[in-house]
C-alpha cells in the first residue's frame, strides 16, 4: 500500500511516454476495461505525479552540465597540450596525471556528494579518457612507441577496472570502445590475413553474447552494451567472410587468436552453464556464427568479377541466406530484449551486405538487380510472417517482457551514473 | 568497499597498467648499463621538430643496397618483420653494432628491437630537448656526438644524455 508521502512523490518521465500511456488509457476506455471515472482520476494523477515539463527542465539542465563540463575538460587539457612543449618530458607527465587524478577524485566526490547525474558522468568520462592520456603520455615521455597495441588494451583495462568498481556507464563505454580496438590490434600486430580478422570478429561476438547474458539482471546497462557489440560483431564477421576469396591464405594461428578464441569460448560456456534455458542460445547462437562465417571465409572461389561460375554463385548464395538468417535472428533477439540498436544494425547490416554483393562481387548490373528482387521478396514474405509471430516469440522467450513504449529515465539496475 | 578505497583502488590499479605499459623504458633507466654510441641528427639541414631531435645511428644502422629506407637505424630487408635483436661490440670506445638477428642473443649486450612498421626501431630514435638548449644541441649534432644508453638484460634501451665526445 502506497503512504501518502509517496503518492505525493513525483517521477520524471519522457513526454512521449506520457503520450503512449494517456493513448493506451483511451483505447481502455473505449473498450471497457475502465470506467470514464476512473479514466478521469488516472490522467488527473498523470499529471501532478509525471510533470512532463519537469522532464524538459531536466533534460535541459543535462545537456547544460555535460555540455559545461566537457567544455571545461576540453579546455584543460587543450591548455596543457598548448604548453606541452614548454615542459620536460616529467613535467608532461605529472601535468597530465594531475588532471586525471583531480578528473578521478572529483567524479567520485561528486558522486557520493549525489551531484547531478549528468555532471557525474561527465568528470567521470574525462577521467577514463584521462587514464589513455597518462599510458600514452607515460609511454611518449619515456619514448614507447605511441602505435603499440597493448598501450591501447592497457587503457581499455583501466577504464573498465574504473567501470566496474563505480558501475559507472561512461567509462564502461571508453573501455569497450578501446578495447574493441585492442581486440583487433593486437593479434593483427604480428600476423594480419582477412580470416584472422574474421575469426576475431567471430569471437568478440561469442565473447559479448555470453558477457551481455552473464550481465543480465546484475548490470543491465553493461549487458546492453555487450550486446549491442555481440550482434555489431556477428554481422561484421559474416560480411568480410562473405568477401570473396578472403580466406585465400588460410588461418594463420598466433598465440593472440588462440587466447581470443578461448577466452570467448570460456565465457560463452560460463553463460550457458550459468544461465541455462533460452537464454543460452544468444552466446551458443554467436558460436554458430563464428562456425558459419570460418567456414565461409575458407571457402574459395574465383574473384575474377567477369567470370563468374556455378562456384560463385553457391557462394553468393549461401553468403546471402547466411547473412538473411542472422539479420532476422537479431531483429528477433532485439524485440524480444527490447533493444532497438540491434534492429536497425541488422536491417542497415542487411542493406549494406545485399549492395555490396550486388555491385561489388558481381559486376553484371543484371544479375545484381535479380538478387535484389528476390531478397525483396523473401523480406516482403519474412516481414509478413514475422510480424505475426513477434508477439507469440517475445512471450515465449521471455514471459516477463510486458509491452513498453521505450525504456524509462530511471537508471537501468545495477549502475550508478 | 567505501568510495575512497574504491577511488584509490582504481588509481592505483591504472597506474600500476600504466606502469606495465611502460616496463622495457622504465626497466633500461633503472637497471639497465651504461653504453655509449655515435650519434648524429637524421636531417642536418633541420634536425628539430618541436622539442624533439630525431636521432640516426650510424654505427647501428642496418645498410641493404636493395633497401628504400635511408633514415634511422635501416631496415633488415629479409621477408619478415616482427621482433629483431642488434648484438653490440665495443670499437673505439664506442658500441657498434655487430649482428642483426631474429633469435635473441644467449648473451652480451644487444638492443631488443621491432621493425613491423617500415624501419627498425629500438625505442632510441628521439631525444627531448627543451627549446633554449635546441640551438647549441643542433650545433653539437652537426660537429659529431654521442648518445649515452641505458640498456638492459632484456635489451630494453633508453637515451638519458646526449653529448660531445
Known amino acids: ?417 | 568497499m567505501n568510495r575512497t578505497v574504491t577511488t584509490g583502488v582504481i588509481a592505483v590499479s591504472q597506474l600500476v597498467l600504466v606502469g606495465v605499459g611502460v616496463a622495457p623504458q622504465l626497466s633500461a633507466r633503472l637497471a639497465g648499463d651504461t653504453y655509449v654510441v655515435r650519434v648524429a641528427p637524421v636531417d642536418p639541414i633541420d634536425p628539430f621538430r618541436g622539442a624533439y631531435v630525431a636521432l640516426d645511428y650510424p654505427d647501428l644502422r642496418h645498410d641493404d643496397p636493395q633497401s628504400f629506407v635511408d633514415q634511422g637505424l635501416g631496415a633488415l630487408d629479409d621477408g619478415e618483420s616482427g621482433d629483431l635483436y642488434i648484438a653490440l661490440v665495443e670499437r673505439d670506445g664506442v658500441w657498434t653494432a655487430s649482428e642483426w638477428s631474429r633469435e635473441r642473443p644467449g648473451d652480451g649486450p644487444y638492443l631488443a628491437c621491432d621493425d613491423r612498421s617500415w624501419q627498425i626501431r629500438c625505442g632510441i630514435e628521439s631525444w627531448f630537448l627543451p627549446q633554449d638548449e635546441a640551438r647549441e644541441t643542433e650545433e653539437l649534432l652537426r660537429g659529431g656526438a654521442v648518445a649515452e644508453l641505458r640498456i638492459d638484460g632484456r635489451g630494453n634501451a633508453a637515451v638519458v644524455d646526449v653529448r660531445a665526445p
Open chain 1, 1 to 417: 500500500m502506497s503512504t501518502p508521502g509517496s503518492s505525493l512523490a513525483t517521477r520524471p518521465v519522457t513526454p512521449r511516454q506520457l503520450d503512449w500511456l494517456r493513448t493506451e488509457i483511451a483505447d481502455w476506455t473505449s473498450q471497457g476495461i475502465i470506467t470514464e471515472d476512473q479514466a478521469g482520476r488516472i490522467s488527473t494523477r498523470l499529471s501532478a505525479r509525471y510533470p512532463a515539463e519537469h522532464h524538459a527542465r531536466t533534460s535541459i539542465g543535462r545537456v547544460f552540465l555535460h555540455l559545461g563540463a566537457g567544455f571545461v575538460g576540453v579546455g584543460l587539457i587543450w591548455l596543457v597540450a598548448a604548453n606541452l612543449d614548454q615542459l620536460s618530458p616529467v613535467t608532461r607527465f605529472a601535468a597530465v596525471a594531475a588532471l586525471w587524478l583531480a578528473f578521478l577524485v572529483g567524479g567520485e566526490v561528486l558522486a557520493s556528494r549525489h551531484a547531478s547525474a549528468p555532471l557525474v558522468g561527465a568528470v567521470r568520462l574525462l577521467a577514463a579518457l584521462g587514464a589513455g592520456a597518462v599510458v600514452f603520455q607515460a609511454a611518449q615521455s619515456l619514448q614507447v612507441p605511441a602505435y603499440e597495441p597493448r598501450l591501447v588494451g592497457l587503457w581499455a583495462a583501466g577504464a573498465l577496472v574504473h567501470a566496474y568498481l563505480t558501475r559507472a556507464y561512461l567509462p564502461f563505454l571508453v573501455g569497450v570502445l578501446a578495447g574493441v580496438v585492442w581486440w583487433f590490434m593486437q593479434p593483427m600486430w604480428d600476423s594480419s590475413n582477412g580470416l584472422t580478422v574474421v575469426l576475431l570478429m567471430g569471437a568478440a561476438s561469442v565473447l559479448a553474447a555470453g558477457l551481455a547474458v552473464l550481465h543480465d539482471g546484475r548490470i543491465d546497462a553493461f549487458a546492453w552494451t555487450w550486446r549491442t557489440v555481440a550482434g555489431g560483431m556477428a554481422l561484421l564477421a559474416v560480411f568480410v567472410a562473405a568477401v570473396p576469396d578472403i580466406g585465400g591464405d588460410g588461418i594463420v594461428w598466433s598465440a593472440w587468436l588462440v587466447g581470443a578464441l578461448v577466452s570467448a569460448g570460456v565465457v560463452a560456456a560460463a553463460a550457458a552453464l550459468t544461465r541455462p534455458g533460452p537464454t543460452a542460445l544468444e552466446p551458443l547462437g554467436a558460436v554458430v556464427v563464428l562456425v558459419v562465417a570460418t567456414l565461409l571465409g575458407l571457402w574459395t572461389t574465383g574473384t575474377d568479377a567477369t567470370d563468374v561460375d556455378a562456384g560463385d554463385w553457391a557462394h553468393a548464395a549461401v553468403s546471402v541466406l547466411a547473412y538473411v538468417a542472422l539479420a532476422v535472428a537479431l531483429v528477433a533477439l532485439g524485440t524480444v530484449r527490447d533493444h532497438p540498436p540491434l534492429t536497425w544494425m541488422a536491417m542497415t547490416g542487411l542493406v549494406v551486405f545485399t549492395t555490396f554483393q550486388s555491385f561489388a562481387v558481381f559486376a553484371p548490373i543484371v544479375t545484381g538487380a535479380w538478387l535484389f528482387v528476390v531478397l525483396g521478396t523473401v523480406f516482403l514474405g519474412t516481414g509478413f510472417l514475422f510480424d505475426r509471430a513477434r508477439r507469440e516469440l517475445a512471450s515465449a522467450l521471455d514471459p516477463d517482457a510486458g509491452p513498453s513504449p521505450e525504456s524509462g529515465p530511471d537508471l537501468p539496475k545495477g549502475t550508478d551514473r
